[in-house]
């Protein structure tokens, strides 16, 4: 293929080609018990969301105690680190960096002084207007340690707090400024406190760790790994607020239509994550078994391209009754790591990640099935991989809808022209993956396959939830494209002064 300027693949080549979840976020609030290891085995189950910088914060009734830095949370942490950060209550975050790049300072969770009071703050999602707001903070005075948009919220938060010597009263006002897909759990010395947008677009869930505390996370697999139990999600625009004095909960601001990501669903969540009663795994085998009516091809073997790929390749078997086999294995060992891979390992590309098992799909016609398109490299370099191992034919099967649109609420694919799909038709996309054949899952048929509720689905439709100001969206999207914002009055909200603000009075 030549390279087509609209459509930017160089960048890519020999890197992942996977989408990214921003990060993951775990709170725990357990008076007696060792917050920071049930932190560390939280941030374990999360680590599928965030594999660049992992961090604990510890309130212990008199201070707030923050370990992050870059690597896996297992690198991360010692054995003595976690003896040293004693406790009653921690938040932990695993980040995988889109927004203000990566490096320590990026490493959540991020920390602000108060006066003398210390509070920190993780953040999975991404704020769309928070430029001005940074360049204010900055003209008062207010120091940055990195270029996110977490850290303003952290310093917004503070700024409020310090203005009306209430923190709730801090994060409420701050979440009137801030916009976007947003789940953030704050610590100070002594109490944990969770919200969420109001929209609902990124996940968070609290769960009960017997009698003797609470924990708030992004995915349930995180409550089961401690031994917390389901209890609700946090409500879009709901703060909750953990201390000795029980949980309380306020509405920060009214909820707005319900948006939450559908690309959890798709791919981002762990296959034993539940969402509304449902597991993760059922909804994705669903998804499967709907592409097989929508799209069946005749064949001899339906395989899945690990990890998120294989409940949909098993239903899309059960459907059809071809046979459901390994064809793809991965090297689950094969992380982000300090050691860089050489410039001749890099171009094996996906290899590093994957191999064919030739035994079994060598003479056969394949069914391929995997969880999205994105840039199309990797599922062309796939194709070719099975096809040497003596494959016979290549069927890829989606199970999701063509990614069209780019993503500003905490997924990494914010420029449309690496979107394959935004630039091809569905045959020019098969012919340059080289498949014998594609067919997307619809989205009508997604839909019947998750649970009822208000989804945000902008990256297949450009139906955005919340409006993207146009100096956060300049160049990302392709001439053409236009997105629609159904929730909005189709103006564009001014961000006040952040020095106008009026602070009002605590709720209790
Ligand atoms: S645009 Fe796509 S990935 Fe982003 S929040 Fe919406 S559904 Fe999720």
Redesign the pocket.
Known sequence: MGYDERFDLRATVGEDDS?HDECGVFGVWAPGRDVARITYFGLHALQHRGQESAGIAVGNGRSVLVRKDRGLVSQVFTDADLSALNGKAAIGHVRYGTAGGGGFDAAQPHFSLIDDVTIALAHNGTLVNTTGVRRELVQMGVPFRSETDSEVACELIGYFTKKSGHLRVGIRHAMQMIEG?YAMVLLRENALYAFRDPNG?RPLVIGALGTEGWVVASETCALDIVGATFVRDVRPGEIVRISDGGILSEQGLEPRPEAQ????DVYFSRPDTVIRGRSIYSMRYEMGRQLAREAPVDADLVIGVPDSGMPPAEGYAAQTGIPFGEGLIKNRYVARTFIQPTQEMREMGVRMKLNALSDNVAGRRVVMVDDSIVRGTTSKQIVRMLKEAGATEVHVRINCPEVK?P?F???DTDVQRQLISANKSVEEVRDYIGADSLAFLSLEGLRRCVPECG?????YTGRYPVRIPEAFSAGKFLDGFAPTFPYDDGEEASVPPVEDVRMDAPRD
Not at 261 to 264: A, N, R, V
């Open positions: 989408l897909g677009i990501c559908i690309f959890e649109w993503c609420y905490g997924i989804y945000c689905d902008a990256c």
